[in-house]
């Protein structure tokens, strides 16, 4: 009997290995998919991308999913819940500003509306702000005033991917941080091509529009509306297209080849600790959302939270939150 039970024992064991083995590949033909889908068009073939870049987003996803659960949550966002979590205080100004993102909220409501759900989970982002203001302190038994304080405000709330379990959450932002990685990548080189591509369209016109002006001499002395409105005689195009052609030229040099481009892409891939970062916040903060020190008993509120940044993009700080459905739903009036 002890044999039997140590042998499903073992069964059971190598089962779930092999559904985490398969989830965990699923994923990665998951991320594989969305990464080619961002970069295939500007730099190579499908087949040749998911070759080079298997490895690559396997590594990336084991950073971003290392980096998500680093995020706090899931925390009850309602305006019941307001003044129970110093977190909520310090995020929202009052209540009716958290029933005001819910019912705003489009994401949210078309999730609702698509799915029977009672809960969605959902990642919390805001922009956190510091600014100077001046006040009173209170040291010791003496009353200091005009005193330079840090008051702390979040502004520019989002929910971003809400589902209906927050595994689904954690999926969907591990497939949006992968795509905020290579992104940039992709649009530098085709911001650069486009650019190239505008030059050649007005290059060609200007060539069609000396070559009229050639082979017509009586509309020599004619000017157009467009050389009448700028005052230009039109006998400057010759010089205009040899700037053009040179900042072609120029556009060309600086533009990096599609082998170029797919390094880069598996370099951000190989080292996304290098583009996106996670960073702990930790601040105590009294009623009115200034700072205290740590020593100071005047502090109503200590906050513990944690900002995300993509390098050069934005930075906002993030949590993990739960929305009841009737919180979300507007009342009919």
């Not at 958290?98 to 009672?118: G, K, Q, V």
């Not at 069609?208 to 157009?224: E, M, W, Y």
């Not at 934005?314 to 919180?327: E, H, K, P």
Request: aromatic share 4%; net charge positive; proline share 5%.
């Amino acid at each position: 009997m002890k044999i039997l039970k140590k042998f499903l024992s073992r069964t059971e064991r190598a089962g779930e290995a092999r559904k985490q083995e398969l989830q965990k590949e699923s994923t990665l033909i998951q991320a594989m998919d969305r990464v080619v889908t961002t970069i295939a068009p500007a730099i190579c073939s499908l087949r040749e991308c998911r070759r080079q870049l298997r490895s690559p987003v396997e590594n990336a996803l084991v950073y971003l999913q290392n980096t998500i659960d680093t995020i706090p949550g899931p925390l009850p966002l309602s305006p019941q819940a307001w003044d129970q979590h110093p977190l909520l205080q310090a995020l929202f100004t009052d209540a009716g500003e958290i029933r005001t993102l819910l019912w705003a909220d489009r994401r949210l409501r078309s999730f609702f509306t698509r799915h029977p759900a009672s809960q969605a989970c959902a990642l919390l982002t805001a922009t956190r702000r510091e600014r100077t203001i001046f006040g009173t302190a209170v040291e010791g038994e003496i009353v200091r005033r005009d005193v330079a304080q840090t008051a702390v405000d979040f502004r520019d709330h989002r929910l971003l991917d809400p589902a209906a379990t927050l595994a689904e959450t954690r999926h969907e932002l591990q497939m949006r941080a992968l795509t905020a990685l290579v992104t940039p990548v992709v649009e530098r080189a085709l911001r650069m091509r486009s650019l190239q591509d505008e030059l050649r369209e007005q290059q060609r016109i200007l060539s069609v529009q000396l070559k009229i002006r050639r082979t017509r001499p009586d509309l020599c002395g004619r000017q157009s509306p467009e050389e009448a409105e700028n005052g230009s005689s039109g006998n400057g195009t010759p010089r205009i297209l040899e700037d053009i052609d040179r900042e072609i030229r120029e556009l060309s040099a600086a533009t990096s080849p599609p082998e170029e481009v797919m390094r880069q892409v598996a370099e951000v891939l190989t080292t996304p600790q290098a583009a996106l970062t996670v960073t702990p916040v930790a601040m105590r903060l009294n009623w009115m959302g200034v700072k205290q020190c740590r020593s100071s008993s005047d502090c109503d509120l200590d906050v513990r939270l944690i900002e995300v940044e993509l390098k050069d993009h934005w930075r906002r700080t993030a949590v993990f939150v739960s929305i009841d459905r009737d919180d979300a739903s507007r009342p009919l009036i």
